[in-house]
């Protein structure tokens, strides 16, 4: 079966230090990933997708970054984080030829300080 | 571009009733329709999904819901709820067919089970 997993389970930095954030699929090959952000009381909002090795898309500018170093590895970072990067950070998996199911991790709770 | 909107941020209901949380969606193409629930610091588990067929769809914890085209909603149901059944629940969208890019949520309803 599959698994995704999300680490750091939390973590929290002070404004202006650099952030990378790991997600990594078992079970699965070639999947789609997602990365996306649950502020406090709003919905989820898609930060990046990819659809393969080294393949990103953007959904909303930011002074986030998104990297797919390995089939099953999709990492979120920043140079410089701000308060408002505050949040909790879902990765997600999808099988690759359609848009049916995505599959969460347990998620990063992310607290800039 | 699709979006959903959840009615109801927080729905307080007592243990046993029935309760239904409302979904409806905006869309000019053929969409794909997803309920999660998100307990405390937790990521989301699908409930269900409507992909096609069926309108009404069952899902897991005795959840389902109904899809109606002509009103765009994808309303949630539990005939009976339980003290367990305490989170929080998005619904969503995607485009129907092949593709990748990702889900469109709800900001979510927050069900309260008061005993």
């Known amino acids: 079966s599959q698994t995704i997993h999300q680490w750091p389970a939390t973590l929290v930095q002070p404004v202006g230090s650099p952030l990378s954030l790991e997600c990594t699929v078992e079970g699965t090959s070639n999947p789609n990933l997602y990365w996306y952000r649950q502020a406090a009381g709003r919905g989820l909002q898609l930060l990046f997708y990819s659809v393969g090795i080294g393949q990103i898309s953007s959904e909303v500018p930011q002074n986030l970054s998104a990297s797919r170093p390995q089939d099953r590895q999709f990492i979120l970072s920043s140079k410089k984080l701000l308060l408002s990067d505050s949040g909790f950070y879902l990765c997600a998996w999808s099988v690759s030829w359609g848009r049916e199911t995505q599959y969460f991790g347990p998620g990063t709770r992310l607290l800039v300080l | 571009a699709q979006s959903v909107t959840q009615l109801d941020s927080q729905v307080p209901v007592f243990e046993e009733a029935p309760v239904e949380l409302r979904c409806n969606y905006s869309s000019s193409v053929s969409v794909y329709l997803f309920w999660y629930v998100q307990y405390p610091n937790q990521g989301l588990q699908l409930l269900l999904k409507y992909l096609s067929g069926s309108t009404l769809v069952k899902g897991i914890n005795g959840f389902e819901a109904e899809f109606n085209k002509s009103q765009t909603s994808f309303h949630l149901r539990k005939p009976s709820v339980h003290i367990s059944d305490t989170a929080e629940y998005f619904c969503?969208?995607?485009?129907?067919?092949?593709?990748?890019?990702?889900?469109?949520f709800g900001k979510g309803t927050h069900l309260i089970i008061q005993p």
């Open positions: 969503a969208v995607s485009v129907a067919g092949g593709g990748a890019d990702g889900l469109t």
